[in-house]
T-cell receptor, first 113, second 109 residues
């Protein structure tokens, strides 16, 4: 089992719709969770982080964390073509006495007009 | 804003060359990471460092080494470059939230 798993997509949504991106992780001890956006040819950009169970909202983005189910999601409301990118889920795992930042393979999102 | 700077945006090296990739951060972060990113494989952790002169292997350390002589600088070394090390290399610096450099696209011919 991979430490951080995401559906590779592509996830295709119409402009104005809600895009829902999902991520599961294997380490129950994980405490910190992140969503990055990566445009083609660019480096990842941090867009959301969440540490506690529940929802965290920032503008059109909402991160949801359910530690019991080992599940973290990202909702993008009112999706725009400019949101088309690969979204990477990342988790800090405590391994070997150190914190490792591990990424999922990413979900490609395509927002069409 | 956090700034993470990688020394080169593009590099072309020959098989067998020793290659140095440099990364500098300006936020006094203790943790720094090197990843490579390949299509379909996502970001894979090569090495990370949690303090000066301290380093730990990530998931794919073979063929690589690292150096962290100063807190702000974390170098990735390819001892003898091979064609299967052609990739995008990304450095990150973290205070819990990680911030990335612009990436180095390395081609080994």
């Amino acid at each position: 089992q991979k430490e951080v798993e995401q559906n590779s997509g592509p996830l295709s949504v119409p402009e104005g719709a809600i895009a829902s991106l999902n991520c599961t992780y294997s380490d129950r001890g994980s405490q910190s969770f992140f969503w990055y956006r990566q445009y083609s040819g660019k480096s990842p950009e941090l867009i959301m982080f969440i540490y506690s169970n529940g929802d965290k909202e920032d503008g059109r983005f909402t991160a949801q964390l359910n530690k019991a189910s080992q599940y973290v999601s990202l909702l993008i409301r009112d999706s725009q073509p400019s949101d088309s990118a690969t979204y990477l889920c990342a988790v800090i795992l405590f391994s070997g006495g150190y914190n490792k930042l591990i990424f999922g393979a990413g979900t490609r999102l395509a927002v069409h007009p | 804003d956090v700034k993470v700077t990688q020394s080169s945006r593009y590099l072309v090296k020959r098989t067998g060359e020793k290659v140095f990739l440099e990364c500098v951060q300006d936020m006094d972060h203790e943790n720094m990471f090197w990843y490579r990113q390949d299509p379909g494989l996502g970001l894979r952790l090569i090495y990370f460092s949690y303090d000066v002169k301290m380093k730990e292997k990530g998931d794919i350390p073979e063929g690589y080494s690292v150096s962290r002589e100063k807190k702000e600088r974390f170098s990735l070394i390819l001892e003898s470059a091979s064609t299967n090390q052609t990739s995008m290399y990304l450095c990150a610096s973290s205070d819990n939230r990680a911030f990335f450099g612009q990436g180095t696209r390395l081609t080994v011919v």
